[in-house]
């Protein structure tokens, strides 16, 4: 299995501030990447595929880049909405992975 | 606009089987270019990916419960099913069923339903 790993699992910061998540795989995986926003009580939501590609929808603020093994979710000027829990994930090969996560919480 | 709801049991006594069947609407689960599968999330935990199906061609299902996992599409009610059998209570989750793309990632969600294994 390709293991995922977030850093960091928790991170503080406050509206306006830029911040960046990243995502290692244990293994390459070329771009075959996604980045998932989770609120309490909700279904994931797509915010990035192909490592770098936006989701329909989905505002500007937030990119996406790397390949092989190496990954960052940047989201610019944070509004209190982004505050939420963030997952990267592998669809690069079978079984699919994530990472276990990182809490974006407000300082 | 795509939607997906599971529904099934909330509460699974341990030894059985979990079942659950997720309803697709504003699409069609016999469309060539999606599998459909299904994730799960226990408690205050991360994403667990449990397997998907394809119409036509094939099932994929993590290693770490293939034994007991079966995931299976109805076109006739544009319905997918899964089955977990012999549960124990780390078997506990919310449980989402989700479209992917073909060499894409999970792009629809339904909302989850929650699965208490417990006598």
């Known amino acids: 299995d390709i293991q995922m790993t977030q850093s960091p699992p928790t991170l503080s910061a406050s509206v306006g501030n830029r911040v960046t998540i990243t995502c290692r795989a244990s293994?390459?995986?070329?771009?075959?990447l996604a980045w998932f926003q989770q609120k309490p009580g909700k279904a994931p939501k797509c915010l990035i595929y192909a490592a770098s590609s936006l989701q329909s929808g989905v505002p500007s603020k937030f990119s996406g880049s790397g390949s092989g093994t190496d990954f960052t979710l940047t989201i610019s000027s944070l509004q209190p909405e982004d505050f939420a829990t963030y997952y990267c994930?592998?669809?690069?090969?079978?079984?699919?992975?994530f990472g276990q996560g990182t809490r974006l919480e407000i300082k | 606009q795509l939607q997906l709801q599971e529904s099934g049991p909330g509460l699974v006594k341990p030894s059985e089987t979990l079942s659950l069947t997720c309803t697709v609407s504003g699409g069609s689960v016999s469309s060539g270019i999606y599998y459909w599968g299904w994730i799960r999330q226990s408690p205050g935990k991360g994403l667990e990916w449990i397997g998907s199906?394809?119409?036509?061609?094939?099932?994929y299902y993590n290693p770490s419960l293939k034994s007991r996992v079966a995931i299976s599409v109805d076109t006739s009610t544009n319905q997918f099913s899964l089955k977990l059998t012999s549960v124990t209570a780390a078997d506990t989750a919310v449980y989402y069923c989700?479209?992917?793309?073909?060499?894409?990632?999970?792009?629809?969600w339904g909302q989850g339903t929650l699965v208490t294994v417990s006598s």
């Open positions: 989700v479209r992917r793309g073909l060499g894409a990632t999970f792009d629809y």
């Open positions: 199906v394809h119409y036509s061609v094939s099932t």
């Open positions: 994930q592998q669809y690069n090969s079978y079984p699919i992975t």
């Open positions: 293994q390459d995986i070329s771009n075959y």
